[in-house]
């Protein structure tokens, strides 16, 4: 990936003092941040804004999530390589590239056609060749290809969607937003011998995940 020094600068700079200094820990995700390019997931426009602290637009009324909240989303989905991986909510395909550098393969949904039709041309520019899009309701998963190891809900759901707790792998992890419309708790839950367990993280604010086990 031959790109601009200005970039890579300001995306060190980026890790360093929004990832790394919160505590994120796990190196592979800190490498990830460091690699993938975020300026060319948003419009030529907001290019010097991609690497500060907060999401930015990206049409559609969507967003492309705060860097320091894909670090830690990531994080809690403790991969390691090996991983098949469900992502709910493609937007600007960002945090689909911090994960196909990090799994093994990718599968990711997004309801809204334009975004997901963007996000596949510029994945497939950047030379990611272990993702697959699909335009639909996340909430109800991508049963073809279910269990997966990890799944990651970039939407905030009312509750956990019961189609993700069935096409969860054993020992895999889940990492959602759960709240009302305006606020969530981002919450990790695990399979273990068949069984359930669930525990919630911090606050955060995501656009709804809207779908028959989201937001109607
Ligand atoms: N991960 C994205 C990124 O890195 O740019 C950010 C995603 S944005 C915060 C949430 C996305 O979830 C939006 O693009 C929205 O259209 C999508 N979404 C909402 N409900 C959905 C559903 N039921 N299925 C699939 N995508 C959904």
Redesign the pocket.
């Known amino acids: 990936m031959i790109e601009v020094s200005e970039w890579k600068v300001e995306r060190e700079r980026m890790v360093k003092e929004q990832i790394i200094a919160r505590g994120i820990k796990d190196q592979r995700v800190i490498d990830a941040m460091k690699q993938v390019p975020r300026h060319l ?1 948003v419009e030529p426009t907001y290019y010097h804004q991609a690497y500060k602290d907060y ?1 930015l637009p ?1 049409g ?1 009324d ?4 705060q860097p320091y909240m ?1 670090a830690s989303m990531t994080e809690l989905l403790e991969v390691t390589g090996n991983e098949k991986t469900l ?10 590239a911090v994960l196909a550098l990090l799994c093994d393969k990718v599968y990711t ?4 056609s334009e ?1 997901r039709q963007h996000a596949a041309t510029l994945l497939d520019q950047l030379g990611f060749r272990n993702v697959s899009l699909m335009v ?4 109800l998963g991508w049963s073809t290809y279910a269990p997966y190891d990890a799944i990651l809900v ?2 905030g759901a009312p509750e956990i969607p019961n189609a993700l707790i069935a096409q969860l792998a054993e020992n895999g992890r889940l990492v959602i937003p759960v709240g009302d419309e305006y606020s969530q708790v981002l919450n990790l839950v695990k399979k273990h011998k068949g069984r359930i367990y669930r525990k919630e993280f911090f606050s955060c604010a ?6 028959k086990e ?1 937001w109607g």
């Open positions: 997931f999401p990206i559609h969507q967003t492309i999530s894909v992502e709910i909510g493609t937007g600007s395909g960002y945090q689909t949904i997004e309801r809204i975004l639909g309701d996340g909430s970039t939407a995501f656009v709804p995940l809207i779908g989201g």
